[in-house]
């Protein structure tokens, strides 16, 4: 079984609206220190497949499903889970 | 500049009804291999402050705004920003 991380962000050169109102609220709560913030979706995901198909399963998922590839982009940490 | 990236996530002890649905979606496109999904939000946030006063800011605006700690959790990684 392995447990992996997926972190899906936009571009850098996509504007995060989301980011902005958020960014706005944090400052109007007196937090000026805050420079930018971008949102991005975090997915933990537990995968029982051999350590070859795990990454492959991962980056179709992502590219269907989990990230719009035009905008977003994906990265992902892939970790052995120890059975109990 | 200091950057940090933050983790939110519901506590294990609670429902995460959409993270039972992309499993579900990912499930109906034949990946079965995939046990569990949770979803949780990243941001990533720039911040302009002493070393001493970013882990006290980011704790504030996670409590005040980014996480409901009644349901979820949170986590954060700080590190420094190389000027250009």
Known sequence: MYFVKVYVTYKDSVLDPQGEAVKNAVHR???DAIEEIRIGKYF???VSASEEEVEATIEAICDRLLA???METY???ISKMEEV
């Open 68 to 70: 719009n590839v035009n």
């Open 29 to 31: 709560l007196g937090y």
């Open 44 to 46: 933990e995901i537990q």
């Open 75 to 77: 990265r992902y940490e």
